[in-house]
């Protein structure tokens, strides 16, 4: 408690300069006069673009309404359009990148995956291999079952 008591009470708030020494006041009021400065301005612009929105929706609603039954079928047909060119160029991509792996893979070029198909195809032949035995085996089994009736 007695650490307390000894360390210096400070009133003010003092503003150090980076090399830890005290600011000039004149420099501290610059710094806060450009502050509000800046900030000012930028509170006048954002109300001054708020002020004309308004005025511009104001102006614009009655038009949007006049025009409304053009707009909204122009709207809707130009989103269908963007999204067909959208769709139509995105599956072209993917067309060609899809003819370009198979080129690769039918040239013996080993493009990535490649691995991944092999060992896919593998385990099909066994299971489709297993499978035809069965078949067999049940096919043996049902003609011997139904002799023995």
């Known amino acids: 408690m007695a650490d307390y008591y ?11 300069h980076p090399t830890g ?24 612009l954002s109300g001054l673009t708020l002020a004309g929105t308004v005025i511009a929706l104001t102006v614009a609603t009655p038009v949007l309404v006049i025009f409304s039954p053009v707009i909204a079928p122009a709207v809707i047909t130009m ?15 993917a067309a060609i990148s899809v003819l370009s792996w198979i080129y ?10 490649a691995d991944h198909l ?11 291999g297993e499978m035809k035995d069965r078949a067999q085996e049940f096919g043996k089994q049902d003609v011997t079952g139904t002799q023995q009736t």
């Open 6 to 16: 000894a360390q210096p009470q400070h009133t003010q708030h003092q503003l150090l």
């Open 104 to 113: 690769r893979y039918v040239t013996g070029k080993r493009p990535p995956g």
């Open 118 to 128: 092999e060992h896919a195809r593998h385990r099909l032949a066994t299971k489709a």
């Open 21 to 44: 020494q005290q600011q000039p006041r004149s420099h501290q009021m610059v710094k806060v006069a450009t502050a509000v400065m800046a900030g000012g301005s930028l509170l006048l």
């Open 79 to 93: 989103f269908l359009l963007f999204s067909g060119f959208l769709a139509s160029g995105g599956f072209g991509v």
